[in-house]
């Protein structure tokens, strides 16, 4: 009965849209989580492509933050009402890729439909955290970005500090800080945010070239266990309490940390760390002048910093579609890596250039010049050759260990716990849960 | 006592008239609660690709895990905090404007408002309130020297949800204790009164007794909602942290299957919080009902 209505509502509607003159286009729907700005930015990139030809019609639709809008793409795909197009965020990656009948890969579908699509154009720091063992590129990069340094550089001025001398080790981090409070400039030297997860573990992991798991931090294998409660995270979270007591640093709470934001805005904190994302918006918020600087690192410990690894999200195309769709699809994603559209969204959001075209489209047009700051992301990624500690972490179920991370910081900064106990803890919890996604997915 | 009856005479008509009843609680309660209770049993990937039965592995592992096992206290002690702030201020508020005579409507209307502000909204109302960085009562709270920051401080984290829990209820438990006390003829207090009995003994041997039924409805209404309708308050300003510190039943639920995507162990834990409120319902009609005075 419910079918039936159902079927003849579909007819209904085939019959209504055969009358418009849009017959012939195929349709290609695009789930993302871009909202605001972003997302006007994201329909712009659309509208344009349904512009350049008339085979194909994209439709990008909001499906609310990535978490919202992975959960919602697994309701679709198990009720078989998957959309062509998901944006998935990093974090998602380990889930998505475990995912092999729900998945059709970028690369196999290229290679299906698409003639000239080359891997190799992209950076390799941002191919390296989507490609599986043997080289093959899963997804496709859209959005990716990567922690830096923002500071208020009349904080500085007014602390005695020179204004266009970012803080390079931690232990800058800290007397910089000292100095700023004693000066009166600021009450607080820095917050930041994912400050147990994306900098405070995954970040400093890599750029001190230290392992968060086995089996390179999880790339070849579910079996991988997690070690990231090493030496120098348990130093940065000992320090990060200390440092709590007198002001030099102050939490701004899980995940994205919510109010690292206004705490810089407020010039209640002279530095945050934050994705290179935020640029726009600090800009736009800030009513000082805002420096920019890479993520510090520790001073003493040799070949740091390494390179720092992405976060942000990627374009993966799903299974369960008819071959002319895909046509569509391989069709879309040649026209999103052209260098024009890249840089595009690259200048226009703050997002990393994830072609190397695309950088150099960039700097022949005068945007670093004109935008100083813009390429410390660039160069903070692409510092040295990435490592097997420093292409990315992969693990399933990573949400679940980020929201574990928050927790156990939580308990150092609440004197609750010690670091190494927190960080031993969390390795402990988060074994279990990737013994969980194993177990799930074997 | 006689009841009233109604006689059909044609034998599908009844069952007609409860069809859209029936099938509103089929499709949306019954069959969502049996669909939790049978992958309680399973381990499945989020795609659902691999489905394995597994018997009560999700069960066992729940109630070893040091985690869920903190989520039930947490709530216990949500639950008890939120239902006595919520209908102790209630019922206070409506013995107080019970006394006012001419503008009742007003005071009445006024103190209903906050039950119209949807859960999140009264969250995030709330958050605003207590921020540790832009929020207006940390600042009043600095100069009686409590440094309020519930991003860390687990105690005032399970103060500010509590809070804003308890907030949003007050309306509604007062509305019911505003109708409780009107309904409670005015000779009896007025006899008390000759007889020299004070507002005080008044209240706890006429009115209080006499509230029981509502009280007893009240309680049970208050249960449910801090069970499961305080959600979107947590949502909204701590999230269940810091350090799981807000960390209850259905707020756990929602954190290991929607966002984690643990689809098992979340649908295990749905079953028992669903047999922790039939159970608490059970008790309470069966032996709280029983001192009820009707």
Redesign the interface.
Known sequence: MMKSILSSGVALAALLAASAPALAQTEISWWHSMGGELGERLNAIAEDFNASQDDYVVVPSYRGEY?ESM?NT?AA??AGEQPHIVQVYEVGTG?MM?????VYPVYQLMEDHGSNFDPSAYLPVVTGYYTDTEGNMLSMPFNSSTPILYYNKDVFEAAGLDPEIAPATWEEMEAFSRQIIEAGAAECGFTMGYAATWLGTENLSALHDVPYGTLENGFSGLESELTFNHEIAVRLWENLADWQESGVFT?????GGS?TG??FY?G?CAMVMNSSASRAGILANADFEVGFGMLPVFGDVDGAPQNSIIGGATLWVLSGHEDAEYEGIATFLNYLSSAEVQAAWHQATGYLPVTLAAYELSQEQGYYDANPGADIAINQINLNAPTENSKGVRFG?M??IR?VL???L??V??G?KTAQEALDSAVARGNQ?LR?FE???? | MQTKRSIFHNRWLPYALLAPQLAITIVFFIWPASQAVKSSFEREDPFGFRTSFVWFENYTRILADPSYLNALGRTAVFSVSVTVLSMGLALLLAVCVDRVLRTRRLYTTLLVWPYAVAPVVAGVLWWFLFNPTIGLLPYILDGFGIDWNHRVNGTQAMILVTIAAAWKQISYNFLFFLAGLQSIPASLTEAASIDGAGPAKRFWTILFPLLSPTTFFLLLINVNYVMFETFGVIDATTSGGPNQATMTLVYKVYTDGVAGLNIGSSSAQSVLLMGIVILLTFIQFRYVERRVNY
């Open positions: 978490e959960v697994i795909f198990r889930t475990a995912a092999r009948g729900a939490y701004g709470g899980p995940a109010d206004p705490l407020a209640e179920n949400p679940q929201t928050d927790e156990e939580q308990a900064l609440s609750d849960i969980d177990a799930a997915n074997n």
